[in-house]
């Protein structure tokens, strides 16, 4: 009698567990059918967020089942943003990146190595070549897919040029002496002024004279590549000499931050601004005037090129992201879509994936078709890419944009200025 209590005890047990077991599987696995949110943030401007907010729609529209929650901001307040997010653990799923910080962020293991989301086929990389990866990877794993390529130039206001009875420059061969006695003759002949060079970043305008000489701006190791200060000092000393012509506009007014639309390059005070190229469009539309694209000139004597083809930024997916795969769906749609790509029109730089690429070269409105053209042109005056930037890069950017300004408000002289970035330089890298 006890036996057949408890084989029936048994049995009833055995019935309860049928059932609870799956319910209790399903309980714990319906979360991850049910969370499909993901956030994305970005730096951009009026022209980025509108075709970014687009691409979203689209995606969403073909995926009813996700929802993508975003997040936009100006490029001087997106890091400190993003930073704080990564010290509180809530970072996005997705984020738009800079190959000047990339390195730093692997480094504190931030960031998600995307190879298995390609190994798993919801990345497709098989139209990409390898040259357009090369720049996310860090000790061979892929931290970022970039959006397209990308070159330092200078857009010019040819009508400017034209009212002065000034030549347009040779883009591939012109120098910094031909450009300094452009900018006076400009000025001489319509007041028009130029803008101090790369306001927002200035390392970006000297970074390309120091490559010239075959040294780079950030050591191998530790500290500064270079030690010889020619370049650097002929970098200030060209603007000064402007400012004292009366060439320059006011670096009090040139170094606040605002949009394309209030800058004095779309005001027409100017008649050139500095760039990467993905940036063309935006100023184009700012402008409201047609507008054409340079090479930075040669400094003399140049051992190298100064010009490198670089990631426009990448999307990432942060080490702490709620919904990595997600991300890597989203990632993968919009690097590889032609119809999203039809409406992003490459306004980060031109796209990687070669069927994109090559369909895009047709469908571009004369703007962009500027910026397929000066890219192939970058090609072909380009040397390769350097290391990622180094930690403490984002220091010495500031520090390099203060003491510029220090030096063209002439509140030390330009040895003094010089010697502070070569000093505070090699203490900020070490």
Not at 59 to 70: E, G, L, R, S, V
Not at 110 to 138: C, H, M
Not at 158 to 185: C, H, M, R, Y
Not at 276 to 302: E, G, H, T
Request: with cysteine; proline share 5%.
């Amino acid at each position: 009698m006890k036996k057949r209590e408890a084989l029936f005890k048994l049995f009833a047990l055995a019935i309860c567990l049928s059932i609870a077991v799956p319910a209790f599987v399903f309980a714990q696995a319906a979360p991850e059918t049910k969370n499909s949110t993901m956030r994305l943030a970005w730096w951009g401007n009026p022209t980025r967020d509108e075709r970014t907010l687009k691409a979203v729609e689209m995606f969403m529209a073909a995926n009813p089942d996700i929802t993508i929650d975003t997040e936009t901001t100006g490029w001087s307040g997106y890091w400190d943003k993003m930073n704080t997010q990564a010290a509180a653990g809530s970072l996005p799923d997705l984020m738009q990146h800079d190959y000047a910080y990339m390195l730093q962020w692997v480094q504190r293991n931030q960031l998600a190595d995307l190879t298995p989301y390609v190994d798993k086929g919801i990345i497709d990389l098989s139209d990409i070549n390898e040259s357009f990866l090369s720049g996310g990877r860090v000790n061979g794993k892929l931290y970022g897919i970039s959006l397209g390529t990308n070159a330092v130039c200078i857009a010019y206001d040819p009508a400017v040029l034209a009212k002065a009875g000034i030549a347009e420059p040779d883009s591939a061969n012109w120098t910094w002496d031909d450009f300094e006695k452009i900018a006076l003759q400009i000025y001489q002949k319509t007041g028009v002024q130029t803008l101090p060079f790369f306001t927002t970043d200035p390392k970006v305008g000297f970074d390309n004279a120091i490559r010239q000489t075959g040294a780079t701006t950030y050591g191998k190791t530790k500290g500064l590549g270079f030690t010889d200060t020619t370049v650097l000092k002929d970098y200030y000393a060209i603007q000064l000499r402007l400012q004292d012509a009366g060439a320059l506009i006011n670096p009090e007014i040139a170094f606040v931050t605002v949009t394309p639309e209030e800058g004095e390059f779309a005001k027409g005070h100017s008649w050139l601004e500095y760039m990467w190229s993905n940036q063309f469009v935006s100023f184009q539309v700012a402008a409201k005037r047609p507008l054409k694209l340079a090479l930075l000139p040669n400094i003399k004597n140049a051992k190298a090129k100064g010009t490198f083809l670089k990631p426009s930024m990448f999307f990432s997916i942060p080490a702490s992201a709620e919904n990595p795969e997600l991300a890597a769906k989203f990632l993968n749609y919009f690097i590889n879509d032609i119809d999203v790509n039809d409406y992003l029109m490459g306004e980060r730089g031109v796209p990687i994936p070669s069927k994109v690429r090559e369909h895009m070269s047709t469908k571009v409105n004369s703007v962009n078709k500027q910026i397929f053209d000066f890219i192939g042109l970058a090609s072909q005056n380009a040397g390769p890419i350097d290391a990622p930037d180094p930690s403490g890069s984002g220091e010495f950017l500031k520090m390099v944009r203060d003491v510029s300004q220090e030096i063209l408000l002439k509140r030390i002289s330009l040895d003094e200025g010089v010697a502070k970035i070569m000093t505070k330089g090699n203490e900020i890298l070490k």
